[in-house]
Each structure stands twice: as C-alpha cells, then as structure tokens.
C-alpha cells in the first residue's frame, strides 16, 4: 500500500470541506481533501449565502462568480404565502436591503449548493498546497502516538493508500461516521419533520411576474415551501410525511410528485419535469464536542440547523473560516497547542444560538401550515426573519484567544435581526469605506490570513507593530489610517470613531477578522503589543 504525509486531512467535499481547503492553502498549510461522490451536489440543498459568507468569498477572490451564478439581490429576500403560486390570496413581502447595505462590502446572496460548490471545487484544486479527491473514502481511521492520525483511503477503483496527518477535519455531514465512531454525542430535540425535497423543472417566469420570491410558504395539497432555485426553470418543493399515520418515503411516487408540484403552482395541467427526490430530516442539533485530539468536527458534522433561515452552510464556513487560521498557526510553530481549544469554545455558543433560531423559524412555518396563523400573520412573520444580521455579523467570542478591554457587552434589542458595528475585542472588525487608492476599499478588505495592526496616521503604532513582529516571529501588517486629504493614503474621517480609538489609539485584528485586543488610548508600546500577541497565540 502506497504512503503518504499531509498536514491536515480533510475528509467530506461539500462546502464547508472545500472552505477548509481554501482557507488552509491561504495559510500556507498543505491539505488533502477526501469525497467520496463522484461530482459536486446535484441537488440544490443550501441557497443563502450570508453576508458573512460573502465577505469570505469577496477575500476568495470569487464574488463575481457566485453572483453570476445566483439570483438577484432583489428576489434574494422576498417572501411569498398563500394557498398556491397563483392563487389571489398570495402574499408577497420583502426585506429592505437598502437598510442593512452599508454594514458590508457586499451583502446576503442566493446562489444554490450545486453551483456554488462547483465555484469553490475550481478554488480549491487551484491553490497551492492541495490535494482534492473526488470518489475517494475514508474507509478507516486512529490516531497515533505522535498526536497525530493515520487513516486508509481507498478510490473507487479500488487503490488504497495510507494517510498520515497532524490534523484531520470532519466535514462528512450530518450523519458524521467519524463523530459516531469517536463516539461523540449530540444534543438537541428530536426531529420535527421526516421532510422530502422535490426538484422540477417548469417555466414559470410568466406565472409569477410581479410575485417573484425566494421563498413561497404554501397551503397546497400537500402543504409545504417552494424555493427558487434559479427563478426561471428550476425550483425545489419542501414537504413532508408523518410515519406515524402511516406516511413513508414510499407515497412518493412520480405520479404524487408531479400532483404536489401541479398543486404548489395551482395549475392542473402545467408541464412539468421532475428531476429527482431527495429525503431528509427536519432538525436542529449540536454536537457535544467540537475536537476530540487531533480530530475536529465542521459543518453538519458539527452542528444541523433547521434550512429556516439559511444558516447552516453558512455557519460551518465561519467555522472552519475561525479554525484554519489557528490550525495554521499550530502547525508553524507561532502558537501554543491550546490555541486549538478555542475552536469549541468560540463556535459552541454561536452554534447552539443558531440552531435555536432555526428552530424558532421552523416552528412558525409548522403554526402556519397548521392553520393557526391567517396569511397576512404569516407573511409578516416569514418576511420578518428573513433577515439575521444581528445573528450573522453580531457574532461576539469569548475565548483565551481574544483580550478583553473592560468595555461592556453590546445591549441590543433585537440581537437576531439588528447589528450593531462595534469594535470590541471578540467581535467581527467593522466595516468602513476608506478613501486615497484608485478605488475605495472596505478595512475588511485589510484583514487575513495574517495579523493586522490598524492605527491613527502619526500614532507611532507602525513603529511597535514592527518591533513586535519581530520579536514574536509571525507577519502582522500595520496599516495607518487617516482622516482625508493626502493621495496614496487610506482614510476615513469617521473610522477611528467607529473603531472606538482616540489619535493614539491602536485594535489588533486577527485573521480571521475578529478583534482580538484594542488600545483606545495611551501611546505605543512594542512590549504590550508583544505580551498581546504571545496571549492570544496561547503562547504564555
């Protein structure tokens, strides 16, 4: 059997494995991905990509991609209710993108699963550093006593070979056969719904001008969702049996799924297509554990939201988007080996947070088709979580790896949907337009895969920064920041403000672009600036 070494193994090829393998080759970090598909999803699956997500890609270099291969902005938060597509009782709302536009570069985007994950495979196989295998299994696994694993792959030809890796990361899904075989448990409900996706093809751009959603919450027969996949030919039906009464995968027969679709659109003798079906369960789980030694687990393997909301892939790529850099980090020798243990203890309560709210959001759909809701109660309420920045970019860690500076949490009365930009240790660096180049720039545009010092122009933090840099042995980039006037400068007249700094003021941003320490006040110094850094890289 052939040998070979690897840094990191990553096993599972959807999204948030693929995210991995980019994130670590932007590190610098050398990866082998395992998948044991053939292809890329054909099924739609996931469709939002939240803001957050979209800054990720917007750094991958691929936003014009993803948006060309998505929906527009304008039917990506749209809402319909009612008893079919056509029927003139359908509702239609949508959220009010121009309010939440400046908080980013880019904002929230509909691009489905299958095309977004074609985008990311191109990404990853051109990186340096790694090694993407499709129709390729993981068919056993142990650690070792180095620390490390070594693990059997096998291709669908029948080739094995041996794996060693300081690292592995398990993206295999929600059904994870690694977290079952580390014995990891998972914490949640149980199951709301034994649910049934049902992907078809109909022209129904003339049927719904004027209506045009992402999102359609029915009172057909079956009742159930209708999601656009692309708003033109493709779209995918949500619904669902109940095994207790006697439903099963069974009642759907080509003729049922033709029916439900024909019911969905309200049009008896409407041409359809249907592609295919796809089982799964409605739920909303988390696992106890996030590492177990050199194992982490990522995405769905880690954690299943409800689809209501749209934030599971997107919660696995923050994931793995706050794991790489630390992963990094280890593997170079620039930080302790406890630098690993904030992977659980700053993605466990966002990920319990938002598996609650996608639970919330369900069980409004569940009132509804229960006919406890009239329509306009439902639509008000379904376009009113549709959307989640406060949820998405209010995201605030409280680990080791992160210095606090005594100012007091955020209060919001509206945490899920309300965000509130602030640069407080621990939460995501804000977003600010900032002038003096060709074309303007987002700080965010700043950050990764690196340390990032930013700075009052004259503060004399670059200087520090430097010496600090040096003294540590990792690459921190100190960028100063003004208030206008000079070409070739950044600058901005209200960023120090938004930061929270005064002129001599200094925030330290981590690479994954969450503040890690911030100085409002009190001049620079190389040696805070170094105990900063050997504290938040564990390395004290």
């Known amino acids: 059997m052939e040998e070979s070494d690897v840094e990191v193994l990553v096993v599972g090829g959807g999204p948030v494995g693929l995210s991995m393998s980019v994130e670590l080759s932007r590190h610098g970090i050398s990866s082998l991905l395992v998948e044991r598909h053939e292809s890329t999803s054909i099924f739609p699956k996931a469709r939002l990509l939240s803001t957050r997500t979209m800054e990720l890609v917007r750094a991958w270099g691929v936003q014009a991609k993803v948006e060309q291969a998505g929906m527009p902005r304008e039917e990506t938060l749209a809402v319909g209710v009612g008893s079919s597509l056509t029927a003139g009782d359908l509702l239609h709302a949508a959220a009010p993108i121009e309010a939440y536009a400046p908080q980013s570069p880019t904002f929230t985007y509909l691009c489905s699963q299958d095309r977004f994950e074609v985008i990311l495979r191109d990404l990853a196989e051109a990186q ?37 890796a300081r690292y592995l990361v398990a993206a295999d899904g929600a059904r994870s056969g690694i977290r079952r075989d580390l014995g990891i448990a998972v914490e949640g409900p149980p199951p709301i719904g034994h649910m049934v996706s049902i992907m078809f093809d109909a022209d129904l751009r003339p049927l719904l001008r004027g209506r045009q959603a992402a999102l359609y919450f029915l009172l057909s027969d079956p009742p159930g969702a209708v999601e656009a996949v692309d708003n033109r030919h493709r779209w995918m039906i949500q619904t669902g049996y109940d095994p207790a009464e006697g439903g099963s995968l069974d009642d759907f027969t080509p003729d049922y799924c033709l029916r439900a679709v024909r019911n969905a659109v309200g049009v008896p003798d409407l041409p359809v297509d249907v592609v295919g079906t796809m089982p799964w369960l409605q739920q909303a789980i988390v696992a106890e554990e996030f590492r177990r030694g050199p194992v982490f687990l990522a995405g769905d393997a880690a954690h299943v939201c409800t689809p209501q909301g749209g934030f599971g892939m997107n919660l696995g790529l923050q994931g793995v988007h706050n794991l790489a850099w630390k992963l990094a980090a280890v593997l170079r020798g620039a930080a302790g080996p406890a630098l690993l243990d904030t992977y659980q203890a700053e993605r466990r309560p966002i990920s319990d947070r938002t598996a609650e709210e996608s639970l919330n959001n369900s069980l409004i759909t569940f009132t509804m088709m229960e006919g406890r809701l009239s329509l306009q109660e439902a639509i008000e309420r379904q376009a009113g979580r549709r959307l989640a920045e406060g949820l998405v970019l209010g995201v605030h860690y409280d680990s080791p790896a992160v210095v606090p500076d005594g100012t007091p949490a955020l209060a919001s009365e509206d945490p899920y949907r309300t965000y509130v930009p602030i640069a407080r240790p621990g939460h995501r660096a804000p977003h600010v337009w900032l002038s003096g180049g060709p074309h303007r720039v987002s700080t965010l545009d700043l950050f990764g895969p690196h340390f990032t010092l930013l700075t009052p122009v004259g503060s004399g933090w670059v200087q520090a920064a430097k010496q600090s840099a040096q003294d540590c042995g990792i690459t921190l980039e100190a960028v100063e920041i003004g208030v206008g006037g000079s070409a070739g400068r950044l600058a901005s007249p209200t960023w120090a403000e938004e930061y929270g700094l005064t002129a001599t003021g200094a925030v330290l941003v981590r690479p994954d672009g969450h503040v890690g320490w911030r100085q409002a006040a009190g001049g620079p110094s190389a ?12 390395r004290t």
């Open 527 to 538: 040696a805070v600036l170094t105990s900063v850094i050997e504290t938040l890289l564990a």
């Open 128 to 164: 340096p550093g790694a090694d993407v295998r499709f129709s390729t299994t993981m068919t056993g696994m142990q650690t070792t006593g180095e620390g490390g694993v070594e693990a059997v792959i096998e291709t669908s030809a029948g080739t094995a070979r041996r794996v060693r």
